[in-house]
């Protein structure tokens, strides 16, 4: 049986949630926010060049669009996220480049304390922010840890919808072009 989007992200939460230590949080949730960004361009390119096995000639391995900072600023340009939600996603990219590249790793303590409650600042009036939290976060929301887990859920809860956005039009596109003919 073929899991629907929304199973496969109930998956994605539920480990997403059990993890325990923040640096694998910031690491899993910017991998999948940047898999969430790979596939929005994806939607809004035409097909790759390349062969079916090969890598995309712009969006894997060594190429234009295949880092994290490109992705954001290319959905950005795209329009499809607005400046505040570009802010939000290069905020968790620099808070992901500090978990990946420094041995102390720790959200209680300066300088990440102040990245993630600045980060906290650009989401947590979002309603999706407010959805998010009374989804998986019913019964306690008392630690740092979990405001984070919230907010990237709530980023990658966003990108969901963005993405499903773009196929609504692209489907309307393409019946509009078929229509033309």
Do not use: W
């Amino acid at each position: 049986m073929i899991k629907s989007l929304e199973d496969l992200f109930d998956d994605f939460a539920e480990d997403f949630l059990g993890e325990s230590s923040s640096r694998i949080v910031i690491i899993v949730g910017a991998s999948k926010i940047d898999d969430s960004l790979r596939d929005i361009i994806k939607k809004g390119l035409l097909p790759k060049l390349a062969n079916a096995k090969d890598n995309d000639e712009l969006l894997e391995g060594d190429n234009p669009l295949s880092t994290f900072s490109s992705k954001i600023k290319m959905v950005y340009r795209l329009g499809y996220i607005d400046i505040a939600f570009y802010r939000v996603l290069d905020k968790i990219r620099k808070i992901r480049n500090i978990g990946a590249h420094q041995l102390a790793f720790d959200i209680s303590s300066s300088p990440l304390k102040e990245h993630v409650m600045n980060l906290l600042s650009l989401v947590e009036d979002r309603k999706s922010y407010k959805l998010t939290k009374e989804r998986f976060f019913p019964e306690f929301f008392k630690t740092d840890l979990m405001k984070l887990k919230c907010a990237l859920l709530t980023v990658c809860v966003i990108l969901q919808i963005v993405t499903q956005k773009i196929e609504e039009v692209k489907i309307q596109t393409s019946i509009h072009k078929i229509t033309s003919d």
